[in-house]
Each structure stands twice: as C-alpha cells, then as structure tokens.
C-alpha cells in the first residue's frame, strides 16, 4: 500500500507543477520556463540528498541522467502544449501516453502483477481518459499541432518513468541529482542554440519556481514508489495527475468540472484502491 501511496502523492505534485509550469508558459518562452524552474529546484534537491544520502551503483546514476533527458524534453513539449490554452485536453494526451509506456516495460522487467492490481492499472489509464475530457461533449476540436505535442511529451515521460524506475532503492536520491543534472545541462544547450534567454518576469518567477520545486519532489516521491513496488503498477498512478491539474483549473481559472470528469474522478479512486491489492 505504502508504494502506491507514494506514487498519489506523486501524481498530485506532478500535476501541479505541470499546472503551474503551464500557467508560466503563456508569458514566456517554454524553454525559458524548463530551464530556470529547474535551477530554482536544485536547494531542495541538495536538502533530499542529504536526507536520504544512499549508495548508489554507476548504474543507478546512469539510469538517472538518461531519464533526466527524456524528462526534461518531455517538460518542455509539455509546456509549449499547455501555453496553448487547453490544458484539459493536452493533459489527457500527454498522460494516456506516458501511462502505456511503463506499464508495457513494466511487464517483461518486473514479476508479473496480480490480476486485481493489473485492472488497476488499466483503469486508471481510463480515469486519466474521463477526467481530463475538455468541452464540447467530449469531442473537443483540438488544433493538430498540440495533439503532436502532448503525444511526443507523453513518449518522452513514458521513457522517464521506465528508465527512472530501474534504479535501485539503495541509491537514495542520487539518481534523482543525476535526473536534474542532466535535465538542466540538457535546456541550457537547448537555450543555447534556440537564442531562448533566461530572463523571466517577477510575475513568471513565481510560476516556475512552483513548477521547479514540485516537479523535484514528485521525482523523488516517484523513485521511493518504484524502488518499493510494481513499475507497471506504480507508473499508471503516478500518471493520474491530470485530476491535480483539472482540479486547479477549476479553482484557479475558473473552469467547470463536467458529469463526465467527476466519474473520471470516481475511476481514478478506484484504481487506487484495486493497485493496492
């Protein structure tokens, strides 16, 4: 029960700092957000370190800094996706995508699960689906090119998730250092060569280091989830943060939570409930 705790609480951070990286995103430049954000990150990664200090083998830090890469492109398609003003649609695409990804992997890398824990899965691959529907009866008209984005992030984080779940519980967070390390050597070449400057709004600021700082924790939380359960498992609710993310739009932007998201809500409670078996 313990790892699937760990990866709701993930899912929950996850989905807000999405929310809050995507909000930074529709007053600056995406790549601007990713880089920075992650900088604002590196104290509270510097603190889980010492915490949780670990022995990690030269795998465990390689599987790191390779899923630091996917991760870090996988944020910055997410955030050109968000900054486009449907973030109940993208968050959806993006989501399913990731979730197939390590449930797949997860299959041939990890003991088979259980038959109640696997449905669990495959049900809150649904639940992502329902709870994230944007307008107009389900069938929102979204334009092609965030349709590409979300699919291309969903890739990338699905990536992230296997590649990140492979390291080992006696690491502690090094592998999560090497995920940052990686991730902010990755945007700073990718800003680099963009001409991006890295100069945000005091008003963005605060938007990024939101983004930054939870998307840290929602790292760590993830690798202790993995490092104690089923990848396939722990990876799909890990995926279910698009609820955090329409629940603060609700909030926050004002949006209406539809029948059909309030069921997706009811499905995501169930699948916690039948992956903790």
Known sequence: MFPILLAAVSAVAFGTADFSGGKASRRADPIAVTVVSQLLSVPLLVALVLLVPGSPRVA?????????????????????????????????????????????????????????????????VVAIALVSLGEGGGRPTVPARLVGLALASGALFGVFFTLLGQADESAGMWPVAAVRTSSIAFGLLLAAGTGVRLRLERRVLGWAAAAGLLDSAANALFLAAAARGHLSIVAAIAALYPASTVLLALAVDRERLRPVQVAGLGFAAGALVLASI
């Open 60 to 124: 465990d830090i390689a599987w790191g800094l390779l899923a630091g890469t996917a991760g870090a492109g996988g944020i910055v398609l997410l955030y050109r996706a968000l900054s486009g003003g449907m973030m109940a649609v993208v968050a959806p695409v993006t989501a399913i995508t990731a979730a197939v990804v390590p449930i797949v992997a997860g299959l041939f890398t990890a003991t088979f699960p259980g038959a109640p824990a696997l449905t669990g899965a495959g049900l809150a």
